[in-house]
T-cell receptor, first 114, second 113 residues
């Protein structure tokens, strides 16, 4: 079993839809959770960064962490064609390798059509 | 603008040749990383370095080598010993400290035939 599981998609939605992207994980030591957005042939860029459980909102994006279920989500409201990209979840356990080694999901490809 | 520069964007090599990928950052970050990205797999850590003149193997270091002679630079050499070198290679950096996220370059696509 992989430490982090993420549905690869593709997920195709119409413009304006609410998008839900999810990751599950097996390591209960994970405490830091990140979402990265990666456009085709580009490097990932950090979208959201959360610590422990709860919600964090930034504009149209909301990150949600449920540590009891080992489940994290990224919600995108009023989705736009410019949101079309691959979304990677990443997480780390405090102190692992002394460098907060990140474990990445495989990424979910999102397509928002006009 | 501060950032991470990877060059070249595309690289083609014949099997059996060593090739070096460049990574330069002007973010004044202490730690630098090399990842490999393959379709259907998460990013996999090749090597990382927390300070100049020091680096550690990641999960898939076999067939790769690195150096860290300057804070700004962390080149990766893909040697002929790497069995499946064709991939998208990403360099990243971060400030040291438990809460610092990774910042990525735009990658180098290496094709070996």
């Amino acid at each position: 079993q992989k430490e982090v599981e993420q549905d690869p998609g593709p997920l195709s939605v119409p413009e304006g839809a609410i998008v839900s992207l999810n990751c599950t994980y097996s390591n209960s030591a994970f405490q830091y959770f990140m979402w990265y957005r990666q456009y085709s042939r580009k490097g990932p860029e950090l979208l959201m960064y959360t610590y422990s459980s709860g919600n964090k909102e930034d504009g149209r994006f909301t990150a949600q962490v449920d540590k009891s279920s080992k489940y994290i989500s990224l919600f995108i409201r009023d989705s736009q064609p410019s949101d079309s990209a691959t979304y990677l979840c990443a997480m780390s356990a405090r102190g692992t390798y002394n460098t907060d080694k990140l474990i990445f999901g495989t990424g979910t490809r999102l397509q928002v059509f006009p | 603008d501060g950032g991470i520069t990877q060059s070249p964007k595309y690289l083609f090599r014949k099997e059996g040749q060593n090739v070096t990928l460049s990574c330069e950052q002007n973010l004044n970050h202490d730690a630098m990383y090399w990842y490999r990205q393959d379709p259907g797999q998460g990013l996999r850590l090749i090597y990382y370095s927390q300070i100049v003149n020091d680096f550690q193997k990641g999960d898939i270091a076999e067939g790769y080598s690195v150096s860290r002679e300057k804070k700004e630079s962390f080149p990766l050499t893909v040697t002929s010993a790497q069995k499946n070198p064709t991939a998208f290679y990403l360099c990243a950096s971060r400030r040291t400290g438990l809460n610092s996220p990774l910042h990525f370059g735009n990658g180098t696509r290496l094709t070996v035939t």
